[in-house]
């Protein structure tokens, strides 16, 4: 790894970190806020971002048991899961994947190699965050243009900006899963006092070989652990943090040749801090960074050999500066830098050679009162990128190796217009252009892989891709009924996507047309069309006389998306509606709802048709208040796909061979404290 760029990335990062006790000034206490951290620099709600935020909560996270990020996020209106095994899933929004849905972990990067393929797990567990925030629109800019889709962005309290007002608080979890025989439970403490405050979490889950309507998956089983330890310095205006965390799973790879597994392991280091008016005309100063060791090995179940090895050593440093109101404006400015070595051996080395990459980016976001009732903001972000690796042309019988370097400059921009019509009721327009670069496998990719049993063969000569969006959301955020409607048009230059070209092949290029072990895929360009809706509504329809009410909900979502030459674009979402009912008070939660997914026979090149289903599910739960105030326990009770229907996922590589789970039932207990 260059040391120059490593420095590089996070000196500025480092230089804020080691100035920053000259920032406090002889306030005695700092008011710090839950606010949605992602839609905007400025703070606020989901209401004053363009478009909303979808946001889960802790307590929908424990309640879900979701083992992937993917799980946890595919019953969100305008999102599914690639889920192509229990310990890999990545989101998918409005179907887009990949190298065009950012994950990250307070605001840096996730650092493995989820988006590489969709067998590769993502390095963060659901159950250490305290929410998950799911943001398209103006401000994704301030991540990254591999944003396209959305920032996934998991929120936890790993480097503290505050300390608990009791000086401790804490929270246990456990879950029991039918369908899995499996178990999960994890912890958090936060704790701390006058000028510090810390934090400790950990998670473990244990499932075998979920069980589905025709019998057991095999090898679909799940181990994962991990933790963190975390602490901040706190002063008057700000803190300065780090934290070191773990995470470690293991699991099967379905419907494969021979049964292979993948374990993961990644040790990551985090710093980071804010601080308020830092300098004259700056309001804040927020800085981040991070470094990341990950590896993952496939293995052979019965014989233990290690076919393919992917290590990733990534840096990122981030540095944010939120200025005072210039005329009509407020906002920010900041930089981003990454360093990624990317590295593979055995069969992914012959899938994608070592390769580097270096990216150094620019952007700004910007707010304004146009009026008592408008708002506008806007987002620019340029970005340098640099990749060197190992092309491949298909030309000849063996095809053809050469040194590779590429660089790229995506430059984007956003606006958004928010109208506030009154009655909570809000009105918002989005126009963007996003340009991405290419990514490394997209570009350099050359051989097997046999998690996905594709031969994949990329294009060294790609260009950057552009898209082009409008949009236009309608919700209310409170009162007795509240409602989000949102409808989308992008048109994609050069759209960059994996098509099967109806060639078998074995391990080796020359292999192709003659053996069928493997489906060929080839990284190609066309311009593309995607257009869609989504929308979901909650209506507190009765309220009783114990403090009691019964809502009512519905949530339905749709995406087309068509290549401009003909033809559908693949593993595309198919149309969802769907409902239920809940009665809450004080102690009990009793819920279910129905959820219909129509069948897809929008088919990309050589896909097949994917029959719908109805997912039934019910939940109930009952809190009781322990005799210390503070503490509360729950315990309760959830249950999905109750008519134990053969279910498939159309946006998954695996779901002509691998059912979804069958009827599943989940125990779960929590205690906060």
Known sequence: MNMRMKALLLAGTASLCIAAPAFAQENETRDVDTVVITGSPLGGTAAESTPAVTTVSRKEIEESGAATLGDLLANQPGIAQSSFTGGASRPIIRGLDNFRVRIQENGIGSHDASALSEDHGVAIDPLAAERVEVVRGPAVLRYGSEAIGGVVNVINNRIPGAAPEDSFTGEGFAMYSTAYNGWQAGGLADFGGEGFAGHLDAFFRDAEDYETPQGTQDNTYVTQSGGSAGGSLLFPTGHIGASVSYFQSE????????????????????????????????????????????????????????????????????VELTHNPVGAFTGAVGVQGRA????????????????????????????????????????????????????????????????????????????????????????????????????????????????????????????????????????????PVRWEAAAYYTSFQDFIFKNYTGVECGEEFDTCGVEDELRQVAYGQQDATFSGFEGSIEWDAVELANGGVITLDAMTDYVRAELDSGGNVPRIPPFRIGGGATYEDDHLTVGGRVTFVSDQDDLGAFETETDGYTDVSARIAYRLDLPNAETEFEVGLAASNLLDEDMRNHTSFKKDDVLLPGRNVRLFVRATF
């Open 251 to 318: 699991y099967g790879i379905p419907a494969g040749e021979e049964d292979i597994f993948i374990d993961m392991n990644q040790t990551k280091v985090q710093i980071g801090g804010d601080f308020d008016d830092p300098f004259p005309g700056l309001s804040r100063v927020q800085f981040s960074g991070g470094f990341s060791d990950y590896t993952h090995d496939e293995v052979a179940t019965d014989t233990g050999d290690i076919g393919s090895t992917f290590n990733n050593e990534e840096y990122e440093g981030r």
């Open 340 to 479: 990624r070595d990317l590295a593979a051996s055995g069969e992914g080395g012959e899938l994608v050679a070592p390769s580097e990459t270096r990216s150094i980016g620019g952007f700004l976001f910007e707010e304004a009162d146009l009026s008592d009732t408008a708002t506008l903001q806007f987002a620019a972000r340029v970005e340098h990128v640099e990749i060197e690796g190992t092309g491949f042309l298909p030309i000849g019988p063996m095809g053809m190796e050469f040194p590779a370097s590429r660089d790229f400059t995506p430059v984007s921009g956003s606006a958004g217009l928010i109208f506030d019509l009154g009655n909570e009721i809000y009105l918002s327009g989005t126009a963007q252009v996003v340009q991405r670069a290419p990514d490394v496998l997209e570009l350099f990719s050359k051989g097997p892989h046999e998690a996905t049993e594709t031969f994949e063969i990329g294009n060294p000569n790609l260009d950057i891709e552009t898209a082009r969006s409008i949009e236009l959301t309608l919700e209310r955020i409170d009162g």
